[in-house]
C-alpha cells in the first residue's frame, strides 16, 4: 500500500473510513466505525479507534488491527500508529424488550426492579453484531447461551458468578457483550462494566504505579455487574489475581453479579490460586463447544442470509461441512464466497464454492508440530520442558509425559522414533507404551492431578486438541 501524500490532516478521518469500509464491505460487517458502536479519529500522529467497551475493543483490534493500521499507514505515512480507547458516550441507545413481569437483579445487597415492558425493538438494533438474537443456538452452546439469556432476564434464579469457557472463536466474547447489551437494555440504570483481563491488569498495574489504588478499586467495587474477558490472561500473574480475587470476593459479599470467560476450565488454570479457582467454581460453570454440523449449517445459513449470499444449499452444506474448528472460519467463509459472488456476479453453487474455497481449505488445516504439543502440555502442567524430557520417573512428570507423547500420535505427522528422540532420547518402545497407556486411562475413564486437583484424561485430550488445532 502506498502513502497518499495529499490528503491534508483534516480530511485523515474521512480518507481512513473510506479505506476502511471500503474493504468492510468486501470483507465483514460495514456497520462497524459508523460512529455508533465505535468510531476513529486522528490525534497526535495515531489513528485512535474508539468503542464502548474494552471488550469490543479487544475485539475489533484482534479483528480489525491490521486493516485499521494500513489504512492509517497509507493516509497518515509510515510512522502512523493506532491506538484504542474506550468512549462509553459511544454505548447505543438501546430500548427496552418487553419483559414477562418485573424481575429483580440483586443489587448492593437490596433489590432493584427491572424496567417494565414498553417499547418494541427499534431498527437500530438490528445490526448489533453480538446481540443475544443473532446467536445461534445449538448443543454446543445451548447451557451456556440459556444461562446467558436466564441472566438477563430472572436473575435471581442464576448462580454467581458465572464462568464461560470455551476455545477461540467459539463465542465467549459474543455471549458476554450480548449479555451487557440485554442487561442494559433491560435496566438501563444498572452499572455494567465490561472489560478484558489484560485491560484489568493494565488499569491495576498504573494505579499501583500512581498510588491510586483506592480510586481503582472503587471504580471496580460499585458496579453492579462486572463482565470480565479472558479471565484465563491471568493465570501466572499471581499479583493481579490476588487484586482480581479480592474484587470477585467484594462483589459477591455485595450481592452484585460477576460473568468471566476464558479458553479453559477453571481446573486447568494451572498457575492460578486454589482460592480464586475455587470461587470461580462455585458458580455456574459452562463450556462452549465447537459447533457440532446441525449448528454449523444454521450459523452459515444466518450468515448468508445477512450478507445476501447467494448461493445453493449444498454450497452452504460444504461450507458447514468444510469448517469445523469454530464459527470465525465459517464466518471467513462467508464472506469469501461473497466476494466471490460480486465479482463473479453469478450464483455460488457447490463447484464454485468448492474452487473459491480451495486456498481458505488448505490454509485453515493447522499443522502442529512436536514444540507446540510440548508447549501446550507444559503450560498445563506448569512444567519447564527440559523436566518433561528429563528421566525422571515420577507421577507428577511422567504423566504429562505419556500424554505428550499421545498428542504427539495423534496431531503430528512424526513417526514413534521422533518422538522418542524429542522427549528425552527415548526409544519408540517407550512412546507406544505411552499411547497404550493413555487410551487404556481414557477408556477406563480414569482422571490425572493438575495443581491438586483431579482432571478426567479424556476431557484434558479433548481440550488440548482444541487448543492446539486453533489457528
Ligand atoms: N453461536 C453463534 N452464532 C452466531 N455467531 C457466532 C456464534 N458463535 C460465535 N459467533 C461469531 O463468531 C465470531 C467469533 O466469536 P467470538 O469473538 O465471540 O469468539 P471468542 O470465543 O470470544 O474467541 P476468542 O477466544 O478468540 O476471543 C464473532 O463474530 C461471533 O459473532
Redesign the pocket.
Known amino acids: 500500500m502506498g502513502v497518499e501524500h495529499d490528503v491534508p490532516k483534516a480530511g485523515y478521518v474521512g480518507r481512513i473510513l473510506q479505506l476502511v469500509q471500503s474493504a468492510l464491505t468486501k470483507r465483514r460487517n460495514r456497520n462497524w466505525f459508523d460512529g455508533k458502536s465505535a468510531r476513529i479519529d486522528w490525534r497526535n500522529e495515531a489513528l485512535v479507534v474508539y468503542a464502548q467497551s474494552p471488550i469490543l475493543l479487544g ?1 475489533l483490534q ?1 479483528n480489525y488491527h491490521d486493516l485499521l493500521w494500513e489504512s492509517a499507514r497509507m493516509v497518515g505515512g509510515p510512522d502512523a500508529v493506532v491506538r484504542y480507547e474506550v468512549d462509553a458516550a459511544l454505548k447505543p441507545e438501546v430500548p427496552v424488550l418487553a419483559a414477562p413481569a418485573a424481575q429483580t437483579l440483586p443489587v448492593r445487597g437490596a433489590t432493584r426492579a427491572l424496567a417494565p415492558a414498553s417499547t418494541p425493538p427499534s431498527r437500530s438494533r438490528q445490526n448489533k ?2 446481540e443475544l438474537q ?5 448443543p454446543s ?1 445451548e447451557l451456556a ?1 440459556t444461562a446467558v439469556q436466564t441472566l438477563i432476564e430472572f436473575p435471581d434464579s442464576c448462580p454467581n458468578p458465572m464462568y464461560i469457557h ?10 458476554l ?1 450480548g449479555l451487557r447489551e440485554g442487561l442494559g437494555r433491560r435496566q438501563p440504570g444498572l452499572q455494567l462494566l465490561a472489560i478484558t483481563s489484560e485491560e484489568f491488569t493494565n488499569l491495576f498495574t498504573q494505579a499501583l504505579d500512581t498510588r491510586s489504588l483506592p480510586s481503582f478499586r472503587q471504580k471496580f467495587r460499585n458496579v453492579d455487574v462486572l463482565l470480565v ?2 479471565v484465563d490472561f491471568f493465570d501466572g500473574k499471581r499479583v493481579v489475581q490476588e487484586e482480581f480475587l479480592h474484587t470477585i470476593k467484594h462483589m459477591l459479599n455485595h450481592g452484585r453479579r460477576v460473568v468471566v ?1 476464558a ?1 479453559r476450565h477453571p481446573r486447568l488454570l494451572s498457575r492460578t490460586s486454589d482460592e480464586l479457582l475455587s470461587l470461580y467454581q462455585s458458580g455456574l460453570v459452562c463450556r ?1 463447544e465447537a ?1 457440532d454440523a446441525t ?1 454449523r449449517l444454521n ?1 452459515v445459513k ?1 450468515l448468508a442470509d445477512r450478507m445476501k449470499l447467494n448461493a445453493t444449499v449444498d454450497a452452504l452444506e460444504y461450507v458447514a461441512e468444510r469448517f469445523t474448528r ?3 472460519e ?2 471467513g467463509a462467508v464472506h469469501y464466497l461473497t466476494t466471490w459472488q460480486n465479482v463473479n456476479g453469478t450464483r455460488v453453487t457447490v463447484s464454485a464454492a468448492r474452487d473459491a474455497l480451495s486456498v481458505l481449505v488448505r490454509d485453515c488445516m493447522k499443522i502442529v508440530r512436536l514444540a507446540d504439543v510440548e508447549n501446550a502440555v507444559c503450560n498445563l502442567f506448569g512444567l519447564p520442558a527440559d523436566e518433561l524430557r528429563s528421566a525422571r520417573r515420577q507421577r507428577t512428570v511422567s504423566e504429562p509425559r505419556m500424554l505428550a507423547m499421545f498428542l504427539a500420535r495423534r496431531l503430528t505427522q512424526a513417526a514413534y522414533t521422533e518422538i522418542g528422540a524429542h522427549f528425552g532420547g527415548r526409544n519408540h518402545s517407550t512412546v507406544m507404551s505411552a499411547e497404550r497407556k493413555i487410551s487404556g486411562l481414557m477408556k477406563s475413564k480414569a482422571s490425572v492431578r493438575i495443581a491438586a486437583q483431579d482432571w478426567p484424561v479424556s476431557e484434558l485430550i479433548a481440550q488440548l486438541e482444541q487448543q492446539l488445532k486453533a489457528v
Open positions: 475485539w484482534k453484531p453480538f443473532r446467536f445461534v443456538r445449538g452452546n447461551a470455551g476455545g477461540v472463536g467459539c463465542g465467549k466474547t459474543h455471549l457483550e474477558d479472558d470467560t479458553d462452549l459447533p449448528t450459523i444466518q469454530n464459527v470465525r465459517l464466518e
